[in-house]
């Protein structure tokens, strides 16, 4: 039996090669000047008490960078790239430990690497409320918690658990959201059980019932945990992402079967404000509050005037029982804008006195 051919290689191949591969022992030796410089900040901010996280400083670092990017790289792609690179840098100033939904291959995970970088200690959590409790109690410095989505409205649990949770947000990430259709084997006939978070099953209920009408419906903590037991037997399916199914060792036996094309879920960054102080004004900030008034008529209407008075745009505005047994609610308000500026501050504190219930969730710069 002959031996397989190898691929000729032309002499101006090779010779490009070898200018990568020059060029690479550059970057690292660059990469790691730029690391040892980063650990000479991170004795710095030990000394003087600093946070080592600051997501504002990551903006403006990657801005400036794309600012200067003349090519062919793309921004989106230099932005990925620059990211990982502070968070390979800040993991040996002092490693991030960010609470999320588990097990790997959650869309919460995916959101928490987006913000954080992959070099982040992920601590992975059963369901939200763990992720609230771990983050409160300091187990993880940070969280990651679903807050909406753009087809099945907000994720009412987080909301509920903000109520009494210490925690305030200090940022988020939109994550477009693709769901999969993962089996053991490579086929979508056969299936008993479907297995993924309420939220996805409800986001892709239509293709379920077109393509798997006879198979059971299973809610689970996570999709990445419908996916690890549907690893365990072939007549069970998953949907969750491609991640999963990479970490799980699935089929991908149907690519985005989610309802809506453009299916995206909003994720909240929580701590203790300790940990991380409101970021300062961005320009493209969101006020997050929850409130309750009086049970009274026109309360809820005179909760919007101050900010048509003092022209701040309201963006969420959202309902959630108070479980008091006397038909009272809490409501959960989004407004454009930071309570640094000043008309924000005056449309915010008119607005405290007319609540019975006031708490400012967090101020933060919108995700992109």
């Given amino acids: 039996m002959s031996e397989p051919k190898q691929p000729v290689q032309s002499e101006a191949l090779g010779a490009l090669r070898v200018q990568i591969d020059s060029i690479d022992q550059q970057l690292l030796s660059l990469l790691n000047q730029r690391a040892r410089v980063a650990e000479q900040v991170g004795e710095i901010k030990r000394a003087e008490g600093s946070p080592f996280f600051r997501p504002d400083r990551v903006a403006q670092v990657i801005e400036k960078i794309q600012s200067a990017n003349q090519g062919p790289l793309l921004n989106q792609h230099v932005a990925a790239i620059w990211r990982e690179i502070m968070s390979a840098c800040l993991a040996l100033e002092a490693p991030q430990r960010v609470a999320v939904l588990g097990p790997q291959g959650t869309f919460c995970e995916q959101a928490a690497i987006e913000f954080f970088g992959s070099a982040a200690n992920m601590i992975y959590c059963a369901n939200f409320d763990e992720v609230f409790h771990a983050t409160a109690a300091g187990t993880a410095q940070y969280g990651v918690v679903g807050m909406e989505n753009s087809t099945e409205g907000v994720v009412a649990r987080?909301?509920?658990?903000?109520?009494?949770?210490?925690?305030?947000?200090?940022?988020?990430?939109?994550?477009?959201?693709?769901?999969?259709?993962?089996?053991?084997?490579?086929?979508?006939?056969?299936?008993e059980v479907v297995m993924a978070h309420p939220q996805a099953l409800a986001q892709c209920q239509n293709w379920l019932t077109q393509h798997l009408p006879q198979a059971e419906r299973r809610a689970v903590s996570?999709?990445?945990?419908?996916?690890?037991?549907?690893?365990?037997?072939?007549?069970?399916?998953?949907?969750?992402?491609?991640?999963?199914?990479?970490?799980?060792?699935?089929?991908?036996?149907?690519?985005a079967i989610q309802d809506e094309a453009y299916n995206?879920?909003?994720?909240?960054?929580?701590?203790?404000?300790?940990?991380?102080?409101?970021?300062?004004?961005?320009?493209?900030?969101?006020?997050?509050?929850?409130?309750?008034?009086?049970?009274?008529?026109?309360?809820?209407?005179?909760?919007?005037?101050?900010?048509?008075?003092?022209?701040?745009?309201?963006?969420?505005?959202?309902?959630?029982?108070?479980?008091?047994g006397q038909w009272e609610y809490f409501f959960y308000i989004d407004i454009a804008g930071h309570p640094s500026e000043p008309h924000v501050a005056t449309a915010l504190d008119e607005l405290k006195g007319l609540c019975a219930f006031y708490k400012v969730l967090g101020a933060y710069p919108v995700s992109e």
Wanted: overall charge positive.
């Fill in 158 to 191: 987080s909301l509920d658990l903000f109520l009494r949770s210490p925690v305030h947000v200090v940022g988020e990430v939109s994550l477009l959201v693709r769901h999969n259709l993962l089996r053991q084997v490579n086929e979508l006939g056969g299936g």
């Fill in 222 to 255: 996570s999709n990445a945990e419908g996916a690890r037991l549907a690893a365990n037997n072939p007549a069970w399916a998953a949907i969750a992402s491609e991640r999963a199914a990479a970490q799980f060792g699935l089929h991908i036996v149907s690519h």
């Fill in 264 to 324: 995206r879920t909003r994720f909240a960054v929580i701590c203790l404000p300790q940990t991380m102080a409101m970021p300062p004004a961005s320009g493209r900030d969101c006020t997050s509050l929850v409130v309750s008034v009086p049970n009274r008529p026109g309360a809820v209407h005179d909760l919007l005037v101050p900010l048509k008075k003092h022209g701040v745009s309201m963006t969420r505005f959202e309902s959630r029982p108070a479980k008091s």
